[in-house]
T-cell receptor
Framework: DAGITQSPRHKVTETGTPVTLRCHQT?????MYWYRQDPGHGLRLIHY???????DKGEVSDGYSVSRSKTEDFLLTLESATSSQTSVYFC????????????????FGPGTRLTVL | AQTVTQSQPEMSVQEAETVTLSCTYD???????LFWYKQPPSRQMILVIR??????QNATENRFSVNFQKAAKSFSLKISDSQLGDAAMYFC???????????????FGKGTHLIIQP
């Protein structure tokens, strides 16, 4: 367990409403990532962060924004949720040498299931 | 852009038997990492095994081993002595290598659903 939590774990919202998902880590890893998982697509990278206030876009970033004001927190915001953003969202971290694992391995949170009606 | 292909949407194996899951990838990089992740019904992503492209020796973790063929861009996962707890989705993933670490995310295949028959 790499000390990653996501909140909320489940959320149902309506089209057009703003939604913020939170990823919190207690392991002081440098890099943090947001992925979405959809049937038939595996996991796809939305945004990532390589340090406080340093973020960049991933493969499927349209409609999403992120912020990282502290090492331990990485927020994913859907400014105006759409039904196409119904998905399971995973946070991941990497960038710290831990016993038995590589600096480059990614450790995943438990996921957030988001439903946009 | 890198792509990862898992051509087997579903595989079934008898308990205690051996099964091999296929993965191919496309990249122009020479240095990279390859991973296999397991996702059981709990949805948690669990790292099974890791391979560095510069290493010729295939990685092994207990009952799990890989067949890494760099020239063919192939990275298959062999599970020996299959157990009921091995039933899950398995994802192959790629990440390029940076000196000193790096921040790129993983590129995943679409997954293979592994069924273990008792």
């Amino acid at each position: 367990d790499a000390g990653i939590t996501q909140s909320p774990r489940h959320k149902v919202t309506e089209t057009g409403t703003p939604v913020t998902l939170r990823c919190h880590q207690t392991e002081n890893h440098r890099y943090m990532y947001w992925y979405r998982q959809d049937p038939g697509h595996g996991l796809r990278l939305i945004h990532y962060s390589y340090g406080v206030k340093d973020t960049d876009k991933g493969e499927v970033s349209d409609g999403y924004s992120v912020s990282r004001s502290k090492t331990e927190d990485f927020l994913l915001t859907l400014e105006s949720a759409t039904s196409s953003q119904t998905s399971v969202y995973f946070c991941a971290i990497s960038g710290k040498e831990v016993s038995g694992s590589s600096y480059n391995e990614q450790f995943f949170g438990p996921g957030t299931r988001l439903t946009v009606l | 852009a890198q792509t990862v292909t898992q051509s087997q949407p579903e595989m079934s194996v008898q308990e205690a038997e051996t099964v091999t899951l296929s993965c191919t990838y496309d990249t122009s990089e020479s240095d990279y990492y390859l991973f296999w992740y397991k996702q059981p019904p709990s949805r948690q992503m669990i790292l099974v095994i890791r391979q560095e492209a510069y290493k010729q020796q295939n990685a092994t973790e207990n009952r799990f081993s890989v067949n890494f063929q760099k020239a063919a861009k192939s990275f298959s996962l062999k599970i020996s002595d299959s157990q009921l707890g091995d039933a899950a989705m398995y994802f192959c993933a790629y990440r390029r290598m940076y000196s000193g670490g790096g921040a790129d995310g993983l590129t995943f295949g679409k997954g293979t659903h592994l069924i273990i028959q008792p």
